[in-house]
């Protein structure tokens, strides 16, 4: 395979932030530093910056970027540079370099240099931000702000438990509870009732906001999904529209994800050996995106329980001395592979023109 370094004659990286980007351009495959600059993060800004690298370039569109931040600090800039017909990549991971000292241009040298030995296919291809995708993020982002919703009837269960406010809470609050609380009035009653029924009414209608707001989201994700590669995982046990909607965000495109392998690694949920002595077993990896690992432990979860199949293989692994932890490490994996074999079998355009 060819590596970076005798792919590209330049490679440009570039260190974001919020007020400017840095950036420092090599000649490969020598990895030469030819010159460093920094740049405003405004439109005019961004366009100088490509201007200014394209000199020290010659004006060489295979010249490859890579950028760390290019889903947040980095985005806009990504698309500047995508629109001017460069390549732009994600900045693989440069380790810690203790006593080698720190700062903007330097973290941009490392980024290029960290990519002139990697080979074509470990390219991290940014997520495609444009159409249904773009817009799933946005809404999977929106659902992980509304998360509040146990925090308050938690509260709201505390309070009418602590408080004699007429309504029973020796159990969980129904939702026609959670109603009638949002909609009291006040009363003629102490100064410590009185604030405690007022605390109740705000907890009750933000609780009673934060479900249209979910039921909301979850209708106008569900309609994304189907428009997406993701659509098909709707038919699969356990998988709802934010678990097909979160998996879709984090695979993104063809070619992002190199292999099945690499997904599970990227959900956290490959196995890695913990073996001593006697004893061989894996445990499921602590990194990796966690809000992707998240979806797909609740969707095992739901496997676990209302699955035919997937009940039969846990009582046979369990008859083998499997503990239930092992078990849902080994469905979360197989879950992984899954969803990336079914998301990589649509049709969907390379991951080179999914930046135009």
């Known amino acids: 395979m060819t590596i970076v370094a005798h792919s590209h004659p330049y490679v440009i990286g570039v260190d974001t932030h919020a ?12 990895g030469e530093l ?16 490509v201007a200014w690298a394209a000199r020290r370039s010659g004006g060489d569109l295979a010249a490859l970027w890579v950028m760390e931040c290019i889903a947040t600090y ?24 203790r006593g080698k000292g720190k700062s903007d241009p330097i973290d941009a040298r490392r980024m290029a240099e960290a990519a002139l030995p990697l080979e074509e296919h470990e390219l991290r291809h940014p997520r495609a931000d444009e159409g249904e995708r773009a817009a799933l993020r946005v809404l999977v982002t929106a659902r992980d702000q509304m998360t509040e919703r146990t925090a308050n009837v938690n509260a709201l269960t ?68 189907r428009a997406t590669p993701a659509a098909g995982l709707l038919d699969k046990p356990g998988i709802g529209p934010v678990t097909a909607a979160v998996a879709m965000t984090a695979w993104s495109h063809r070619g992002r994800v190199r292999s099945e392998a690499a997904f599970a690694c990227l959900a956290g949920v490959n196995p890695i050996p913990a073996s001593s002595g006697n004893t061989v077993r894996h445990r499921l990896n602590r990194g990796g995106d966690r ?23 846990v009582e046979r692994r369990r008859a083998e001395g499997r503990t239930n932890k092992e078990i849902r490490r080994s469905l979360k994996r ?5 969803i990336y074999r079914h998301l990589n079998s649509a049709d969907n355009p390379p991951a080179s023109t999914c930046m135009s």
């Open 19 to 30: 007020r400017n980007h840095v950036l420092a351009v090599l000649a490969a495959p020598t």
């Open 74 to 97: 980095g985005a806009q800039f990504a698309r500047t540079v995508a629109e001017a017909g460069y390549q732009v990549i994600e900045a693989p991971r440069t380790g810690v370099h």
């Open 291 to 313: 809000r992707l690992n998240r979806a797909l432990h609740m969707a095992t979860v739901s496997r676990m329980i209302h699955d035919p199949d997937t009940r039969a293989y």
């Open 158 to 225: 505390a309070l009418v438990r602590a408080m004699d406010l007429g309504i029973d809470g020796r159990r969980a609050l129904t939702g026609r509870q959670i109603l009638e609380v949002s909609r009291w009035r006040t009363r003629e009653e102490p100064v410590a009732v009185t604030t405690a029924r007022a605390e109740a009414v705000r907890l009750a209608k933000r609780i009673v906001a934060l479900e249209e707001e979910l039921s909301a989201n979850a209708k106008s994700m569900t309609a994304m999904v």
């Open 34 to 49: 030819l010159d460093t600059a920094e740049f405003p993060t405004s439109r005019s800004g961004m366009t100088r910056a």
């Open 334 to 338: 197989y879950l992984a592979r899954q």
